[in-house]
């Protein structure tokens, strides 16, 4: 019986997987940065973005408690219509690697207290958010500890339509 249920499950992933590709064009692009397709099939652009430290505006809530910082990307390619119907994905750059967004990382770091050695843990991270025109990036530790700004950051943001 658990044979039976499994052929039939692979059957119904190979189905789904043959229908699937069947509605997607394949773009064969080895170094597409900056370009876009735009014309039969799917859309798609993709667009670099270097946010400078200075970039970087410090906010918090109406209380003015769980400071973080925030950087506005502007993209004029970014309609209405990719919002509702499209999709964005974002990236960060770690050095040459890519990560998606949202990027969570935890830290730990060790100092010597007067003798005592502390350990002291947070959580980075780094998250978008979109609207017509352009997006908003967020950066915000888990300790909100705000008095180094983020430095420089890179971000890729892809669009598909």
Same mark, same amino acid.
Not at 5 to 25: D, E, K, P, T, W
Not at 122 to 129: G, M, P, R, S
């Given at each position: ?55 970087? $505006?410090?906010?918090? %809530? /109406?209380? &003015?408690?769980?400071?973080? *910082? ?37 830290? $730990?770091?060790?100092? %010597? /207290?007067? &003798?005592?050695?502390?350990? *002291? ?41």
């Amino acid at each position: 019986m658990k044979i039976k249920n499994l052929v039939r499950s692979i059957a119904a992933l190979s189905l789904a997987i043959f229908a699937l590709s069947s509605c997607i064009q394949k773009i064969d692009c080895p170094n597409c940065e900056g370009q876009n397709n735009q014309g039969g099939g799917t859309n798609w652009q993709i667009l670099n973005f270097s946010v400078k430290d200075a970039n970087w $505006e410090l906010c918090s %809530d /109406n209380d &003015g408690n769980n400071k973080f *910082y925030r950087a506005h990307l502007e993209i004029p390619e970014l309609t209405k219509n990719i919002i509702d119907k499209g999709l964005m994905q974002a990236y960060v750059y770690l050095g040459n690697n890519q990560q998606s967004l949202p990027y969570v990382r935890h830290f $730990e770091e060790i100092y %010597d /207290n007067g &003798g005592t050695a502390e350990q *002291y843990t947070w959580t980075q991270t780094v998250d978008i958010e979109y609207e017509e025109g352009g997006a908003w990036v967020y950066f915000t530790a888990s300790d909100f500890y705000v008095d180094v700004t983020p430095g420089d950051w890179e971000f890729r943001i892809v669009l598909l339509w």
